[in-house]
């Protein structure tokens, strides 16, 4: 059975950096896209980022563009997101999930698996 475990959450100043992994273990992650979603308190989870299988692909929401880049090192079985320039809009958990093919994906919806979540938060 896969499990996904994010780590590298924590608290940072606005306008920091931080790098965001998922591991996978039980399976390879081959194959599939992955994903990024978050969710802030009393908000709905939402998308932030995806890659495809093998990686050609990428799409990210508007608000984060130019800051998040989401790549994946298929070797290792990891994904990661790195995130520059934080806003206190970005604090919230952040959820890696496995997609239920290897084509991208910006719902929900279109992802089976999903880690324990890792937070963020930006102070101003």
């Known amino acids: 059975q896969v499990q996904l475990v994010e780590s590298g959450g924590g608290l940072v100043q606005a306008g920091g950096s931080l790098r965001l992994s998922c591991a996978a273990s039980?399976?390879?992650?081959?194959?599939?896209?992955m994903g990024w979603f978050r969710q802030a308190p009393g908000k709905e989870r939402e998308f932030v980022a995806t890659?495809?299988?093998?990686?050609?692909?990428?799409r990210y929401t508007d608000s984060v563009k130019g800051r998040f880049t989401v790549s994946r090192d298929n070797a290792k079985n990891t994904v990661i997101l790195q995130m520059n320039s934080l806003k206190p809009e970005d604090t919230a958990v952040y959820y890696c999930?496995?997609?239920?093919?290897?084509?991208?994906?910006?719902?929900?919806?279109?992802?089976?698996?999903w880690g324990q979540g890792t937070q963020v938060t930006v102070s101003s």
């Open positions: 999930a496995r997609g239920k093919g290897s084509f991208i994906s910006t719902t929900t919806s279109g992802y089976g698996m």
């Open positions: 890659i495809s299988w093998p990686g050609g692909t990428t």
């Open positions: 039980g399976r390879t992650i081959s194959t599939y896209a």
